[in-house]
């Protein structure tokens, strides 16, 4: 394999895991062929401009190791260079945060590192869609209501770490929560509503595992879009533990779309993706169908 690899970690994802799997994962790409350029990031300022140096920089490979957080710089940097014409750079996703949802949903194993590592040095790339707001792309999925206001609560919290937190950030934001008001258009069609939440998924999962939107698919062309309607607060604790099944669909305050371009609108509604930060509402969702290929492990 003679090819440029810049290898980005994060070296505090999944609580240290990430350092302690580098050896393994460093030499399986060298067993395969490589000699990868090896970057530790501090924090995640320093993570984004080296993923932006080694994209500009025209690397064969960016690899980069860490959780969702890690994917979404390289899934921004890489998109950006390919839909404005510079396709040399391939994005490989290597898990090692505590969520993993990214590589999770194009059918990585979100817990093996070196196995992730053994499929880059395989070299099978497939295209997969993603998700635009404004200038930022979205590779999992977007959340606009209670899933929002939670995921913002856990990225504040400093304790406890892990996917604990976010259980942790449910029950602090449940006791206070009310239906949020909707205005949204489903490709032209505008509907007005109250709901718990509006997902909006390019692939099926968020938050470690849960599967709010669970027949996403990232090769399909089109945005799933999962509404919870307002429910009680009990209802809501039920449900959301079947969200790890996606059996909560089942339920009829569950409504499921897809569409093409979804926006939404509403007062106080701000947008977290890929477990980041995104923009406050009004948010333009589109599909950007094939927008990057990304390695894959290879088809049965």
């Not at 994962?25 to 924090?43: M, N, Y």
């Not at 979100?110 to 196995?115: E, I, N, T, Y």
Request: aromatic residues 4%; contains cysteine; hydrophobic residues 45%.
């Amino acid at each position: 394999m003679n090819r440029r690899i810049r290898l980005v970690v994060n070296p505090s994802a999944g609580k240290g895991r990430a350092l302690e799997l580098l050896p393994q994962v460093v030499g399986t790409l060298r067993d395969g062929g490589a000699d990868p350029e090896i970057l530790l990031s501090r924090d995640f300022a320093e993570a984004r401009t080296m993923i932006r140096r080694a994209v500009e920089n025209a690397v064969d490979v960016l690899a980069v190791m860490g959780g969702d957080g890690m994917m979404h710089l390289g899934i921004n940097a890489t998109a950006l260079a390919h839909l404005s014409g510079n396709s040399r750079t391939t994005l490989g996703m290597i898990p090692a945060g505590t969520g993993n949802d990214l590589c999770r949903g194009i059918g990585l194993d979100p817990q093996d590192a070196v196995a992730a590592a053994a499929i880059i040095a395989a070299g099978c790339t497939r295209a997969i869609d993603l998700a635009r707001v404004g200038d930022t792309y979205i590779a999992t999925v977007l959340a606009t209501g209670f899933d929002a206001l939670v995921n913002r609560r856990a990225n504040q919290m400093p304790w406890p770490r892990g996917s604990t937190r976010y259980v942790a950030a449910v029950m602090a934001e449940l006791p206070a929560f009310s239906p949020l008001h909707y205005r949204l258009t489903l490709d032209g069609q505008v509907r007005e509503q109250q709901a718990t939440l509006v997902a909006i998924g390019n692939t099926n999962a968020y938050g470690g595992g849960m599967l709010i939107c669970p027949t996403a698919d990232p090769y399909d062309g089109l945005l799933d879009v999962t509404i919870i309607h307002p429910v009680s607060r009990l209802k809501l604790l039920r449900l959301l533990p079947e969200t790890y099944s996606g059996k909560f669909v089942r339920h009829q305050c569950v409504e499921q779309l897809q569409v093409r371009e979804v926006t939404v609108e509403g007062p106080g509604l701000v947008g977290f993706g890929d477990g980041e930060m995104i923009a406050a509402a009004p948010l333009r969702v589109c599909s950007v169908p094939q927008a990057l290929p990304v390695f894959v492990p290879r088809p049965m």
